[in-house]
T-cell receptor, first 113, second 115 residues
């Protein structure tokens, strides 16, 4: 069975600085998708960024980028120029070509003014 | 994001009550999901429906009964719940056709408290 691990339960970053959240996963599949979701106190799970495993190029969405290392099964999220609104729980997620979604336990990010 | 709507937002119920959670998606997706989110636990998949057919029941107790009358609506019927069932219940949808697979799109959740 696939698993997703986030080894950092909590992280903090100074406003305008850069922070990297870690995620590793385990799968025997060669084609799959990886996602980062953000859950602020409003509770809505918001998609931050997605990566298709067959693409070597790392995905980027404005201040958010990933470092996808397929061989190492690593998928970290980098947030540049951190803003107060980035404070939230961040979940790493894996899905295969079926309907199997697996979420990590989450990392709580605090942004310090 | 108003693509997936969940009602009610909050629900308090006694252990002998019967209530229902409702989810509606306006995204034209074919798959809908119920997840349970408890404090200090990973998201737990409960049920998956694909084109109204249940394709996943993740060993959920029978006091939770899902219903999917069409691809846009999903219900979770609750009866004789236990206090440990108190949690945030999240509904999500996705589009799975052909070679593509979409991410999950979530609703705002229903915060359930069982007294």
């Amino acid at each position: 069975a696939q698993t997703v691990t986030q080894s950092q339960p909590e992280m903090s970053v100074q406003e305008a600085e850069t922070v990297t959240l870690s995620c590793t996963y385990d799968t025997s599949e060669s084609d799959y998708y990886l996602f980062w979701y953000k859950q602020p106190p409003s509770r809505q799970m918001i998609l931050v960024i997605r990566q298709e495993a067959y693409k070597q190029q790392n995905a980027t969405e404005n201040r958010f980028s990933v470092n996808f290392q397929k061989a190492a099964k690593s998928f970290s999220l980098k947030i540049s120029d951190s803003q107060l609104g980035d404070a939230a729980m961040y979940f790493c997620a894996y899905r295969d070509y079926g309907q199997n979604f697996v979420f990590g336990p989450g990392t709580r990010l605090s942004v310090l003014p | 994001e108003t693509g997936v709507t969940q009602t009610p937002r909050h629900l308090v119920m006694g252990m002998t009550n019967k209530k229902s959670l409702k989810c509606e998606q306006h995204l034209g997706h074919n798959a809908m999901y119920w997840y349970k989110q408890s404090a200090k636990k990973p998201l737990e998949l409960m049920f998956v429906y694909n084109f109204k057919e249940q394709t996943e029941n993740n060993s959920v107790p029978s006091r939770f009964s899902p219903e999917c009358p069409n691809s846009s609506h999903l219900f979770l019927h609750l009866h004789t719940l236990q206090p440990e069932d108190s949690a945030l219940y999240l509904c999500a949808s996705s589009q799975d056709r052909g070679q593509g697979r979409s991410p999950l799109h979530f609703g705002n959740g229903t915060r359930l408290t069982v007294t």
